[in-house]
């Protein structure tokens, strides 16, 4: 079983869908972090969050350390947010010492 | 620079051959991440450089790949005698390690070996 696992792997939406992507892991963390990838590579940090939630934008992000669960919320969708969103933890003082979930693929159709 | 960039952008090598790659942090990033992404494994830790400190060589696969990072600034990922399960892409990040220790991607070095 992988440390961080996310759901699902697949998601397709229409535009103005408000949509959320689940992330569960099972080790102990002091950051997590939600990462977007476009197509072509380039990875973006969206949010860094070790409790509580975090908002920018559309895009919201939650945290339930207890629980161990992660969401990524977008609302109102759009075709430019068609990518591949990503989960990742960090342990210790080392924040960029990344253990990946498999990511989710998301489309979203006009 | 403003971002993290990173040298080449593609790289064909023969198998056999070594090759490195260059990241150049963002100016005053203390900490400086190499990862992978490769096709069947997703995203991976390779190396950690923090400061003077001596690197977390952790997630390296095997002693054919080697990093350094000359006056805590531009790192070079080294992968000697490539073999064509290395054809990934190379993916470097550097942050800070007060305030907001976010990281952030360069661009990556697709590397393929044929």
């Known amino acids: 079983k992988n440390e961080v696992e996310q759901s699902p792997q697949n998601l397709t939406a229409q535009e103005g869908e408000f949509i959320t992507i689940n992330c569960s892991y099972s080790?102990?963390?002091?950051?997590l972090h939600w990462l977007q990838q476009h197509p072509g590579g380039g990875i973006v940090s969206l949010f860094m969050?070790?409790?509580g939630k975090k908002k920018h934008g559309r895009l919201i992000a939650t945290i339930n350390i207890q629980e161990k669960h992660s969401s990524l919320h977008i609302t109102a969708s759009h075709p430019r947010d068609s990518a591949v969103y990503i989960c990742?933890?960090?342990?210790?003082?080392?924040?960029?010492?990344?253990?990946f979930g498999q990511g989710t693929i998301l489309t979203v159709h006009p | 620079g403003a971002g993290v960039s990173q040298s080449p952008s593609n790289k064909v090598t023969e198998k056999g051959k070594d090759v490195e790659l260059r990241c150049d942090p963002i100016?005053?990033?203390?900490?400086l991440y190499w990862y992978r992404q490769s096709l069947g494994q997703g995203l991976e830790f390779l190396i950690y450089?923090?400061?003077?400190?001596?690197?977390?060589k952790s997630g390296l696969p095997s002693d054919r790949f080697s990093a350094e990072r000359t006056g805590g600034s531009v790192s070079t990922l080294t992968i000697q005698r490539t073999q064509q399960e290395d054809s990934a892409v190379y993916l470097c990040a550097s942050s800070r390690t007060r305030g907001s220790p976010e990281a952030f991607f360069g661009q990556g070095t697709r590397l393929t070996v044929v």
């Open positions: 080790v102990g963390i002091s950051a």
């Open positions: 450089f923090q400061g003077n400190s001596a690197p977390d």
């Open positions: 100016s005053g990033h203390t900490a």
């Open positions: 969050l070790s409790s």
């Open positions: 990742a933890v960090s342990g210790g003082t080392s924040y960029g010492k990344l253990t």
